[in-house]
T-cell receptor, first 114, second 108 residues
Framework: SAVISQKPSRDICQRGTSLTIQCQVD?????MFWYRQQPGQSLTLIAT?????????ESGFVIDKFPISRPNLTFSTLTVSNMSPEDSSIYLC???????????FGQGTRLTVV | GQQLNQSPQSMFIQEGEDVSMNCTSS?????WLWYKQDPGEGPVLLIA?????ELTSNGRLTAQFGITRKDSFLNISASIPSDVGIYFC????????FGAGTRLTVKP
């Protein structure tokens, strides 16, 4: 398994500002993913964070709005830029281990934009 | 992208009853995963399935990976109140896709 530390656990932000969420893993992993989960909904994949190259974004998500960094095999950040109330959600980091046979989650970041 | 269809959307059962939920997909996955999510927490991995036709148990949980690699089911036997939560299926290839979730309520 993998232990994932995600920070911050929650934040309340003013519209127009940006928030950077950090994801730290206790071991090197190949795949890191960022998800958004609206209240009562399923998880929607934002992007796959690639080490050493640009993240792969899903349809409806763009780099200017959700820039992602992955400087090494244990760390990634997701920035929610120029926030609006519609960005209020839970953001989750996930990692896949052992040849993409299992995937684990951080505890999530609950973001409220006011 | 790949879509996972999970059913039922919700279930209300009595303590002690068995539960079954399933997922289907239009695409093949190399790995199927089942998660449980409690309020305010990230999803917790329950069972991982790697081989078509594989049947795997974890305590009172049993899950199977469909022969076509496009479906999976999860059974919970003899439910208890702490089984309450939202259960998600997920398919893992080069990325991971989720079903809509099954919200389980267990009445004591």
């Amino acid at each position: 398994s993998a232990v994932i530390s995600q920070k911050p656990s929650r934040d309340i932000c003013q519209r127009g500002t940006s928030l950077t969420i950090q994801c730290q893993v206790d071991s090197q992993v190949t795949m890191m993913f960022w998800y958004r989960q609206q209240p009562g909904q399923s998880l929607t994949l934002i992007a796959t964070a690639n080490q050493g190259s640009e993240a792969t974004y899903e349809s409806g998500f763009v780099i200017d709005k959700f820039p992602i960094s992955r400087p090494n095999l244990t760390f990634s950040t997701l920035t929610v830029s120029n926030m609006s109330p519609e960005d209020s959600s839970i953001y989750l980091c996930s990692v896949a281990v052992t040849g993409n046979t299992e995937a684990f989650f951080g505890q999530g970041t609950r973001l409220t934009v006011v | 992208g790949q879509q996972l269809n999970q059913s039922p959307q919700s279930m209300f059962i009595q303590e002690g009853e068995d539960v079954s939920m399933n997922c289907t997909s239009s695409s093949i996955f190399n790995t199927w995963l089942w998660y449980k999510q409690d309020p305010g927490e990230g999803p917790v991995l329950l069972i991982a399935l790697y081989k078509a036709g594989e049947l795997t148990s974890n305590g009172r949980l049993t899950a199977q990976f469909g022969i076509t690699r496009k479906d999976s089911f999860l059974n919970i036997s003899a439910s208890i109140p702490s089984d309450v939560g939202i259960y998600f299926c997920a398919g893992l290839n080069n990325d991971m896709r989720f079903g809509a979730g099954t919200r389980l309520t267990v009445k004591p």
